[in-house]
Structures are given as C-alpha cells and as structure tokens.
C-alpha cells in the first residue's frame, strides 16, 4: 500500500516524453516553483523550503524537496554548490532562467488569447 507522500514523491520525479520542444515540458508544477523560487536569488535548501510551504500552505517535505533539486540540478536547471560542510546553496543557472522565462511566456501567451479585449466584453 502507497501512501500518499510515495505518490507525491513519484509524480514529482516521473520523466514523461514531451509533446512539445518546450524547455521544460517534462518538468513537474513543484520543479517548476523551484525554479521560480530561485528566478530572484539564490537560496539553501530550507529557504526554498520555506517558500515553497508559504506558496502551498502545507508543509514541504525532505524527501520531496532535496530529490526535486537533484534532479533539477542533474538537467542544468539549477547549480549545486556547498555554502559549509552541511548546507548547499543553489541558484538558477542560464538554462534555467530561459527554461523559465519560456514557461511564463507560453502561459501568457494562452491566457492573453482567451482574454476577452474590453470592447468584447461591452458588447458581451
């Protein structure tokens, strides 16, 4: 029997082929607020943690969080670098930053098309 931390852990870390060219395609939703927490700096592991909990409400596990970053990392996603002897420290790289920007440029790009202008929703 799986409990739902297993399922968690598991749709976080599944690889499916993308449809698309799309950077990121292949990326989980929580890859993807990873790479949005560290769009603005970079930060160790429980920072991101933290910020994660507060976008969620509920907290962000260990054994969610660290293999997500691995992973992340492991794709050029995200550096890895040791601030001390127990803490890493990790920041957007380049590809990632673009990995990124592409994703919020195709969500805008849908949700500006199905935007009605403000003299469609007049005659509306």
């Given amino acids: 029997m799986t409990n739902s931390l297993t399922q968690n852990n598991a749709a976080d870390t599944e690889k499916t082929s ?31 943690k933290r910020e994660l909990e507060e976008y969620y409400g509920k ?6 969080l660290y293999p997500n970053l691995n992973d992340l990392a492991t794709k050029g996603l995200v550096d890895k670098s040791e601030l001390d002897k127990r803490t890493n420290q990790y920041a957007l790289t380049q590809s990632g930053r673009r990995a990124i920007q592409a994703d ?10 199905d935007t009605p202008k403000p003299d469609e929703e007049a005659d509306g």
């Fill in 18 to 48: 993308p449809t698309t060219n799309h950077p990121i395609a292949t990326l989980t939703s929580f890859q993807k607020r990873i790479l949005a927490v560290l769009a603005d700096n970079s930060r160790y592991g429980l920072a991101i």
């Fill in 59 to 64: 907290e962000v596990h260990h054994g969610r």
């Fill in 104 to 113: 919020v440029r195709w969500l805008t790009e849908r949700v500006e098309h």
